[in-house]
C-alpha cells in the first residue's frame, strides 16, 4: 500500500501564546520553552467533518482521483461534532465518496496511524484497492480553557492522504499497542448519563492529563516501537531519512531522537505554528512535507502515533 496524495485543512483563526495570556496565567516563554509550541488554530465553526472534508478533497486533487473512485474512507478522530452519523459518512457526503464505505476510528493521537494499518490489513486482504484515510480534530471543544497545564497544547486540524494498492515498496512494517490499563493518564468524557434512573456522578467534562506521565511514557515506549516495526521491516535506524512523528512537544521529539542515537534534523516538527493536534497532527505534517517537495520517491519514513488510551504505534514505509 503507497501513500499517493496528500491534504489538510486548518481553521481560519490563530490563536498565539500571546494571546492565552489573556486566559490564563502563563507566558509565550513557558510554554516555548516546556513545548515547543508558539500559536495554534482553533476552530470558530469549523467542524470535524467540515475540516476532514477539506483535507480529503486536497488529498484527492494531489493523488489525480475523483472522489467516486473511493472505496474506503476511514476518519480518525476523538472530537467528532456528532455521535451519529460518524464523521466518516459527513466526510462521504461532503466530498462525493459514494461509493466509499465509511466509518470512524478512535485511537485518540494515534488514531491516524491505527488507521492507516487498518487500511493496509483491508488492502492487503484485497477486500478494497484503495482508501481515504484523514485525522480531524476540534480539541477546542473538549479542552478547559481555564486549566493552563492542558489548553495551551491542543490546537484543531485536519489531514488525509490517499492509498493505493501498490506491488512494491509502500508499507514495509507496522507495530500497534494500547495499554488500557494506564487510560487515566489522559482521559475526557463524553456525554453524561442523563436518563431518569441514574444517580449522582462525576462527570469528567474536559480533557485532564497527568503532564509527566504522559511524557515519561512516549519517550520510553515510541523509540521502542519504531525500532520493532524497523525490525519487521528488516531496517536500522540509520535507513530511515525522516521520522514524522505526533506532534505534541518538542522535548518529546528530542527525546525520542536521542534514545534512538537519530539527528534532531531527521525529525521534521511543525507543532511550533500548530500546536498538538491529535490524529491530525501526523497527516497534516506528512502534507506540509509533500508540497515542499521533502518527500523523495524511494525515501524511507518512520511513522509514529502515541497518546490517550493508552495507544501507540509506528509504520515504516517508503515513499
Ligand atoms: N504556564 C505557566 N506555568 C504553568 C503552566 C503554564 N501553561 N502549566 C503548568 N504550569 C506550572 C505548574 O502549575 C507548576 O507550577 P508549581 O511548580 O508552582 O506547581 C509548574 O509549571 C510545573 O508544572 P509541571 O506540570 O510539573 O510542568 P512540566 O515540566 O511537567 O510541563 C507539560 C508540563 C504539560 C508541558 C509536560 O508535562 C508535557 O509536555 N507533558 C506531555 C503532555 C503531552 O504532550 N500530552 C499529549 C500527548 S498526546
Request: charged content about 20%.
Amino acid at each position: 500500500m503507497k501513500i499517493i496524495g496528500t491534504g489538510s485543512a486548518l481553521p481560519d483563526k490563530q490563536v498565539s501564546n500571546e494571546d492565552l495570556t489573556k486566559l490564563v496565567d502563563t507566558s509565550d516563554e513557558w510554554i516555548r520553552e516546556r513545548t515547543g509550541i508558539g500559536s495554534r488554530h482553533i476552530s470558530t465553526g469549523e467542524t470535524a467533518a467540515s475540516l476532514a472534508a477539506e483535507a480529503c478533497k486536497r488529498a484527492l486533487e494531489n493523488a489525480g482521483r475523483e472522489a467516486v473512485q473511493v472505496e474506503l474512507l476511514l476518519v480518525a478522530t476523538c472530537s467528532p461534532e456528532m455521535a451519529l452519523p460518524c464523521t466518516a459518512c459527513q466526510v462521504q457526503e461532503l466530498t462525493g465518496a459514494e461509493n466509499a464505505v465509511a466509518f470512524d476510528l478512535n485511537a485518540a493521537c494515534a488514531g491516524f496511524l491505527f488507521a492507516l494499518n487498518t487500511a493496509y490489513a483491508y488492502l492487503s486482504a484485497g477486500i478494497y484497492r484503495n482508501a481515504l484515510i484523514a485525522g480531524t480534530e476540534v480539541l477546542s471543544k473538549i479542552v478547559d480553557w481555564t486549566d493552563r497545564g492542558t489548553c495551551i497544547l491542543f490546537g484543531d486540524g485536519a489531514g488525509a492522504v490517499m492509498v493505493e494498492q501498490c506491488g512494491s515498496g509502500g508499507v514495509l512494517g507496522f507495530v500497534q499497542h494500547s495499554d488500557g490499563r494506564r487510560g487515566n493518564v489522559l482521559a475526557c468524557g463524553s456525554r453524561p448519563l442523563e436518563n431518569p434512573y441514574h444517580g449522582e456522578r462525576d462527570f469528567m467534562r474536559y480533557v485532564q492529563m497527568d503532564g509527566r506521565e504522559v511524557f515519561a511514557f512516549a519517550v520510553r515506549q515510541v523509540p521502542a516501537s519504531i525500532e520493532e516495526a524497523l525490525e519487521k521491516a528488516g531496517l536500522e535506524v540509520e535507513d530511515v531519512d525522516l521520522f514524522v512523528l505526533h506532534q505534541a512537544n518538542r522535548r518529546i521529539i528530542e527525546g525520542i531522537a536521542r534514545r534512538l542515537k537519530a539527528d534532531i534534523s531527521r525529525f521534521p516538527m511543525n507543532l511550533d505554528r500548530v500546536g498538538n493536534m491529535s490524529s491530525a497532527a501526523i497527516p497534516v505534517l506528512l502534507d506540509e512535507l509533500n508540497r515542499q517537495g521533502r518527500l523523495i520517491p524511494g525515501m524511507t519514513l518512520a511513522l509514529s502515533g502515541f497518546g490517550a488510551g493508552l495507544t501507540y504505534g509506528a509504520c515504516i514505509l517508503q515513499w
